[in-house]
Nanobody, 118 residues
Framework: QVQLVESGGGLVQAGGSLRLSCAFSGSIFSIKPMGWYRQAPGKQRELVAGITVGGSTNYADSVKGRFTISRDNVKKTVYLQMNSLRPEDTAVYYC????????????WGQGTQVTVSS
């Protein structure tokens, strides 16, 4: 049984930083690529950043150079360090399986709200 629990969101001024965490319960974490996704009001959910089992990363153009995804396979946790935040980064952020097999619909958690004020 896979369960994903996101945390670390909040309200921050433009230019500020936040670090999101995603705790993964289940035995398959170490063999799955992971991703951070976000959904802004009125928009479709989009992939923000992905990380492979080996640690290779990819980012949406809109966050390159500002966001960093990482993972701890012992703690079964994925992180998203977000710097130089912009109002357009405001969204609910979710983690899920990344790569070609992701995301998995039944794995969506409650997400964590990030609000960036101008």
């Amino acid at each position: 049984q896979v369960q994903l629990v996101e945390s670390g969101g909040g309200l921050v001024q433009a230019g500020g930083s936040l670090r999101l965490s995603c705790a993964f319960s289940g035995s398959i974490f170490s063999i799955k690529p992971m991703g951070w996704y976000r959904q802004a009001p009125g928009k479709q959910r989009e992939l923000v950043a992905g990380i492979t089992v080996g640690g290779s990363t990819n980012y949406a153009d809109s966050v390159k150079g500002r966001f960093t995804i990482s993972r701890d396979n012992v703690k079964k946790t994925v992180y998203l360090q977000m710097n130089s935040l912009r109002p357009e980064d405001t969204a609910v952020y979710y983690c899920n399986i990344g790569g070609p097999m992701g995301p998995v619909a039944r794995y969506w958690g409650q997400g964590t709200q990030v609000t960036v004020s101008s």
